[in-house]
């Protein structure tokens, strides 16, 4: 299983608490900016390097979680870390009269999910804010989603025990990301990953360095089984998981227990 390094891991000589970026060990305190700076770089050609490291993979990912989320008219919906707004533009004609909160903590990712929404003429309410700190009263939302994000949060447990408070009773947290495929695909998956996604970065964006942090985030991040762990430990109920793409994804959902 892999396992995080965050605030369990303090450094020895100076007894500053630790956590990962990428395969490097970096002061906690250090990570956000960081991950911001990384993102404000990509925002521009991100959707575009979606679909052609994907191979268009990433939009079936995010359909099958929609289908899930079964949205319903009247229901209020979180969108975390929700950058340009996939997620949020297909969910947003099945709230009817409920609310759509679309959030990231990046700013530039969150003004082309704005700008993308209002082209695509849906209505919403936009927030920069830390997934661990979320500025949303308990009990709130019905559906709070999270694509591709968890793994950059410093504290995941933290992050999704927020989601959790602001979950309605009977609600439901979904968290798809990246996760270990089958033993089968690794060895193409490693070759892919980090041979060939750094050189079409490149070549595309000019911006290697930041995607090896992207797949180096991706080896980091917890494994099916940990993740399920770590959310039924912050209180969710009847976690399951489906993996996509044997297993290069994997789809977690975690219910908030009915009062």
């Known amino acids: 299983m892999n396992k995080e390094v965050n605030s369990q891991m303090p450094d020895k000589k100076t007894n500053e608490r630790l956590t990962d970026f990428g395969y490097q060990t970096i002061p906690e305190e250090e990570k956000e900016s ?50 340009t707004g996939d997620l949020s533009i297909a969910m947003a004609d099945k ?10 903590i990046n700013l530039s990712m969150l003004r082309i999910g704005k700008k993308r929404m209002k082209q695509h003429h849906f209505d919403a309410f936009y927030t920069t804010c830390d997934a661990e700190a979320l500025p949303f009263p308990d009990d709130y939302f019905d559906v709070i989603t999270v694509a591709f994000g968890l793994r ?6 933290k992050a999704l025990k927020e989601m959790l408070r602001v979950c309605k009773p009977g ?7 990246f996760s270990k495929p089958e033993k089968w695909l690794a060895p193409f998956y490693d070759f892919y990953s980090f041979k ?12 290697a360095e930041n995607y ?13 089984l940990t993740l399920a762990t770590i959310m039924q430990n912050v209180g969710m109920k009847n976690v399951t998981w489906t993996n996509l793409t044997f297993g290069i994804t994997a789809l977690h959902i975690g219910y908030k227990e009915k009062s």
């Open 34 to 83: 960081h991950v911001k700076e990384v993102f404000d770089e990509v925002a521009p050609k991100y959707d575009i390097m979606n679909d052609v490291l994907s191979f268009g993979m990433h939009r079936l990912w995010k359909k099958y979680t929609v289908d899930k989320a079964a949205v319903k008219p009247g229901m209020n919906v979180l969108d975390i870390a929700g950058g």
């Open 95 to 104: 709230i009817g009269d409920g609310k759509l909160w679309l959030t990231d």
């Open 152 to 157: 950059n949060m410093t504290h995941k447990d």
């Open 171 to 177: 609600g439901k947290v979904m968290v798809l990301e």
């Open 196 to 207: 060939l996604m750094p050189w079409i970065a490149a070549k595309i964006t000019g911006k």
């Open 212 to 224: 090896r942090y992207l797949v180096e985030s991706i080896r980091m991040h917890p494994d099916q």
